[in-house]
């Protein structure tokens, strides 16, 4: 693709790459195109699990590309239905979203990479909100961060536009895996390979389900996954019925999503 993104497709898995040089900075036109692709993906019975990078060395995505706001682009722009990047909020996805941080990660990059469910490091990889030099407010960043990493880190985080290193991250939780210089990619496609062999219809339910329940009691959420689409779905699958015969016969499961 001639936009700044490039696509690809292994089976089940959709690899999206941020190829802007040098920095894999988003314009609106960029953020609008990545919107469109998360939908695609949402919406696509033959797709299962999205991975999303950046092109080079050096950045994952430094965000907001400044270059164009200087040249007319506002922060309060319509990015898109699932805002900045595509996934600050997107609508009803419940597939995994894997990210392959395989550099900088800062401003709308990092908010970017919130918006996945599990996310590779490269050990070379850093992190900052530094919205607050600019007196931006890094939005998606404040109401995410907290629900990620202890309060007193999240805050000092974000009120400082300090940078945290990916030990750092692995220490708080913000990162699964830190892997050496090159590998995220190939980390992160092992784990969508895992995901792939995996129960179609329970991803979706334990997505629906830990969204929903996030900020809600126990006994209340317990109730609620009664009433979860998704979770019902599994309770009067062919699946659920096939994963128990293949335990009892030792055997691999065969999978159909039904």
Request: glycine share 10%; proline share 4%; net charge neutral.
């Amino acid at each position: 693709m001639s936009d700044g993104i490039k696509v690809t497709r292994a089976g089940a898995v959709l690899e999206v790459r941020l190829d802007r040089p040098k920095a894999n900075a988003i314009t609106l036109a960029v953020s609008r195109k990545l919107n469109d692709i998360v939908g695609e993906f949402r919406d696509d019975e033959s797709l299962r699990i999205a991975i999303i990078t950046g092109t080079g060395e050096r950045f994952f995505s430094a965000g907001w590309d400044l270059k164009a706001a200087t040249e007319g682009e506002k922060s309060d722009e319509d990015w898109g239905p699932g805002g900045f990047g595509g996934l600050n909020y997107p609508r009803n996805l419940n597939k995994p979203v894997i990210a392959a941080i395989n550099g900088i990660a800062c401003g709308g990059g990092f908010e970017l990479m919130l918006g996945a469910d599990i996310i590779v490091a490269e050990e070379h990889a850093t992190f900052a909100l530094p919205e607050i030099n600019v007196a931006v407010l890094a939005d998606a960043g404040t109401i995410k961060l907290r629900r990620r990493i202890p309060y007193h880190v999240a805050v000092e985080f974000l009120m400082t536009g300090r940078w945290m290193d990916a030990t750092e991250a692995k220490h708080w939780g913000l990162v699964n895996h830190v892997v050496p210089k090159g590998d995220a990619l190939k980390k992160a496609h092992e784990v969508a390979a895992k995901l792939a062999a995996g129960p179609p219809l329970l991803f979706p339910a334990i997505k629906q389900l830990m969204r929903h329940s996030e900020m809600v009691a126990e006994h209340e959420a317990f109730e609620l996954h009664d009433s979860l689409d998704t979770v019902q779905k599994v309770l009067r699958s062919d699946d659920l019925k096939e994963g128990t015969r293949a335990f009892t016969e030792k055997r691999a499961p065969r999978w159909t999503g039904r």
